[in-house]
């Protein structure tokens, strides 16, 4: 899993920087513009472990603030699915805020909380809170109806089996959802660092830009890759595990 | 732990009294059909009625009319039946007569139009069908124990015996085959406290001999029970169930009529004659 997730990004990666190689010479575009192949392995070397660290630095509050995601998400989809007015009301809101784009909010979170920690973390957590919110709030809400027939005719259902019973026969499901926001979470973070930070490769990346160097620029998105498939890569192997201790012997 | 109907509660009127009430709630008698019992049953939209006193157990319904969700006419329409018990009753008619849209009426899962369901001495009704499945992430031992009632818990090792199933408790659910799932579905229901139970196809996948001997072990372990067997084998019905309720479509009136089956129990001779009168009625009416 690992291995074919990491190759297929080197295979996309290496597609990538060939292309920019073609257009530099069939533009003859200076180093300035297009760095050539000794360029970028040069600052890999120079940079590579600084950026490794701000990667990891960045990984850290993407993983935090997709946690955090997951917990509230799930939380709130627990009490949206009520059919009630509450459940009524959180779900009509969830459906209509999911529609803004969200990291246009971003500059307010920065006037209000400034440049740090706090203010990645939670453009971080805002951008993968949606759509997890509406993926559970699907699967929360609709009934298993050939497991839980059982418990509601003989009067045993609560509000916990019911989520239980719904959470892990859609675990599968849980578990693509879960991981697709971990991308978001990677995405949400690294905009938060190029508009309110002062560590992580976005606020690297944006240093970068305001030098024009595109070789570092390069090497920043080599490692975010890196980072992000290993991320996803372990996300997904607690799912299976996780389903695997499920489904028994 | 059954739940019994939800909905009003009526004392139990019996004789001309019923009739002379004046209220309004007896549309009319059939005390010939339910044996001199009268009801009190009339117009009472999704309904459930309790009834006390008089003697037996019996599920009356009375003048049922239903009608799913934005459909053109009704499914049922003056439907009248009786379910006397304790005993293995079935509930047969050709596929989308509404067998299994009748037992989620009977089970209260479904309000009816119109008409009411009377119950005596049947306040807990659960109804079980052959697509239900049991959480993949215990073993069947470890849900049977959790969901068993007190006096079901004495009876798994009979009942797991019987289903043939004690090498499989140890499993989980989506491991076993479409029969054993089923076969597994049923125990659990048998380890509640019930008056009627109704099996909408619940021994479906499961092999014809393996079937019979379940159905006649059920019949001599419960004898104070009810069940309500849906199926499609009318040889089945016919040997081994009390009474059989056939379904029929609306253009036939009465929309449900009942024959007597052969009541075959285990170690009796089954009656040949009978069981060939009984197909053969059942045959016919539907």
Not at chain 1, 17 to 43: H, Q
Not at chain 1, 148 to 154: C, L, R
Not at chain 2, 145 to 164: C, Q, V, Y
Request: glycine share 10%; charged share 20%.
């Amino acid at each position: 899993m690992l291995h074919r997730r990491i190759t297929q990004f080197f295979i996309l990666y290496l597609a990538g920087v060939g292309l920019l190689l073609l257009f530099k010479i069939a533009l003859r575009l200076s180093d300035y513009v297009i760095p050539g192949p000794a360029e970028i392995l040069r600052t890999a070397h120079v940079y590579g472990t600084a950026y490794a660290a701000a990667v990891l630095n960045t990984l850290g509050v993407a993983v935090l603030g997709h946690v955090l995601s997951i917990f509230l998400a799930a939380a709130v989809a627990v009490i949206a699915r009520l059919k009630d007015w509450v459940g009524g009301f959180i779900r009509t809101a969830a459906f209509n805020i999911q529609s803004y784009p969200i990291v246009a909010v971003a500059p307010i979170l920065f006037i209000l909380l400034g440049d740090g920690l706090v203010t990645r973390l939670l453009i971080a957590a805002l951008i993968c809170y949606f759509p997890l919110l509406l993926s559970f709030l699907g699967i929360f809400s609709e009934p298993v109806r050939e497991i839980e027939h059982f418990y509601e005719a003989t009067g045993r259902m609560t509000w916990r089996l019911q989520i239980k019973i719904r959470a892990l026969e859609n675990l599968q499901k849980l578990n693509t959802v879960v991981v697709g926001s971990a991308t978001l979470a990677m995405v949400g973070t690294i905009v938060a660092e190029f508009i309110a930070a002062t560590a992580g490769i976005g606020y690297r990346i944006r240093i970068a830009l305001y030098q024009s160097d595109l070789a570092k620029i390069l090497v920043a998105l080599l490692l975010i890759g890196i980072g992000t498939s290993l991320w996803l890569v372990l996300l997904e192997r607690l799912g299976i595990a996780l389903q695997r201790k499920l489904e028994g012997p | 732990m059954a739940q019994p109907y939800r909905g009003e509660v009526t004392g139990y009127t019996a004789g001309a009294g019923a009739a002379a009430s004046g209220d309004g709630l007896l549309e009319k008698r059939q005390s010939d059909w339910y044996g001199g019992w009268n009801p009190v049953v009339g117009e009472h939209p999704g309904k459930r009625v309790f009834l006390r006193g008089g003697c037996g157990v019996k599920l009356v319904g009375k003048d049922i009319a239903y009608r799913y969700p934005n459909a053109a006419a009704d499914l049922f329409e003056g439907l009248d039946f009786c379910i006397r018990g304790p005993g293995f009753h079935a509930l047969f008619g050709p596929s989308g007569v509404g067998k299994s849209t009748l037992a989620r009426l009977i089970s209260g899962m479904l309000p009816t139009r119109r008409g009411a369901l009377a119950a005596q001495g049947m306040q807990r009704v659960l109804y079980t069908y052959n697509l239900e499945r049991l959480p993949g992430w215990v073993s069947l031992r470890r849900h049977f124990e959790e969901t068993a009632s007190d006096t079901g818990r004495s009876r798994l090792n009979t009942l797991l015996e019987i289903f043939d199933i004690q090498t499989l408790v140890e499993a989980r659910f989506p491991r076993l085959s479409l029969g054993q799932q089923n076969r597994a579905n049923l125990v659990r229901y048998l380890l509640q406290e019930f008056d009627l139970l109704v099996m909408d196809e619940s021994l479906a996948n499961v092999d014809e001999a393996t079937r019979q001997r379940i159905i006649l072990r059920m019949k001599a372990l419960f004898p104070e029970r009810c069940f309500l067997y849906i199926s499609h084998n009318v040889a089945e019905v016919a040997r081994f169930c009390g009474e059989v309720l056939v379904l029929r479509g609306r253009s036939k009136q009465p929309q449900i009529v009942t024959i007597p089956g052969g009541d075959h129990c285990e170690g009796a001779e089954p009656d040949p004659a009978r069981l060939e009168r009984a197909m053969l009625a059942i045959v016919h009416a539907a």
